[in-house]
């Protein structure tokens, strides 16, 4: 089994190198890594109804889908992730108690008493500290799990907390749970960069045919392709998102403003706007020019600036329609 551990910490390579060592490496694979600020969503997942987006874009907060499904997390350099990818005739069943036992393991030899709970989860105390995933295609698995050590807990409510009655749709969601670090259960404090010697020190001894492995040029070059041809791109972050329908009305100094959008693809398919607002202007105009548009706040911007808001929605501005839009 090839030990990689790399240190980048961007989240769009690092996405793209658990897909590149799970499609374009023959043997078994154990990895530990890390990223920057960033939101990790299944793949099956509404992007912008797992996220709270102004929190997200104050905070710089970096949004990437992942291969597998499952609900959204939130990484920070106080999180340690971890991927295994396996060949083999039971390799093609889902069975998250097998890779994530050995982090059980290791904790229980620091007088962690952690514990696998529900589905896919592992817990000290009953709150979450791991959350877990997989991918399975045909005979092989991928799978990878978090491991909230040191993470700056505000965040982690702050990224994920999205208001559910704006979406109306059929994409898995996440549930939201109490969760704890680690490092607050540790009888005696170690650095996260001593765990993560400690992870990777018991796959080694418990695991036959160990090692170590560092991605070459010609790894880092296929990756890096990855992740620009798809992991940082908004047609995959967000346009593969589900079909849903947003509603949300807001309070303006002209008025209530209600915005109604049918959304395929992360594409705006139909556009209603309702109120009490008073206009000069057709806001049918408004409305034809949305159709088509991404679901972004930049590219709605980017859209409606050429007009003279005022004129379709007295006392209103640009801002007011954005916030009615996300």
């Known amino acids: 089994m090839l030990c990689i551990q790399h240190h980048s910490t961007d989240p769009y390579f690092n996405l793209a190198v658990d ?9 078994d694979c154990f990895m530990l890594w890390r990223n920057d600020n960033a939101i990790i969503v299944g793949k099956h997942q509404n992007t912008l109804a797992e996220i709270n987006l102004d929190y997200v874009q104050d905070k710089g907060i970096k949004v990437v889908r992942r291969m597998s499904g499952g609900g959204a997390v939130y ?23 097998l890779y994530t036992q050995p982090i059980i393991d290791v904790l229980k030899e620091l007088g962690v008493n952690a514990e696998f709970q529900g589905r896919n989860d592992l817990v000290i105390d009953g709150k979450k500290f791991s959350g877990n995933a997989e991918y399975i ?14 993470s700056h807990m505000p965040d982690i409510s702050g990224a994920l907390k999205a208001n559910p009655l704006k979406f109306k749709d059929k994409a898995v969601k996440s549930i939201p749970k109490r969760v704890t670090n ?28 160990c090692q170590p492995y560092t991605l070459s040029e010609a790894d880092i070059a296929a990756i890096n392709q990855i992740r620009d041809e798809k ?21 303006t100094k ?37 159709i088509g548009q991404r679901h972004d706040k930049t590219a709605i911007r980017a859209c409606l600036k050429p007009f003279n808001i005022e004129d379709y929605f007295h006392h209103m501005t640009l801002e007011d329609l954005l916030t009615a839009m996300f």
């Open 75 to 97: 990484h920070d350099l106080g999180n340690l992730n971890f991927t295994f990818t396996k060949t083999g005739e039971q390799a093609g069943q889902v069975d998250f108690h």
């Open 19 to 27: 897909e590149y060592i799970f499609k374009h490496k023959d043997e």
């Open 231 to 251: 992991y940082a791109t908004w047609e995959w972050n967000y346009g593969l998102s589900p079909q849903y329908n947003f509603q949300q009305g807001i309070r």
């Open 137 to 150: 295609f045909k005979n092989k698995v991928l799978h990878h799990g978090t491991i909230l050590f040191s």
């Open 182 to 209: 680690v490092m607050t259960h540790l009888a005696e404090p170690i650095s996260l960069d001593a765990f993560t010697d400690r992870v990777m020190a018991h796959i080694i001894n418990t695991h036959d045919n």
């Open 254 to 290: 002209g008025g209530t403003l209600e915005m109604h959008l049918d959304v395929h693809q992360g594409v705006i398919k139909q556009c209603r706007i309702f109120g009490d607002f008073f206009t000069t202007g057709d806001i049918s105009e408004i409305e034809s020019v949305l």
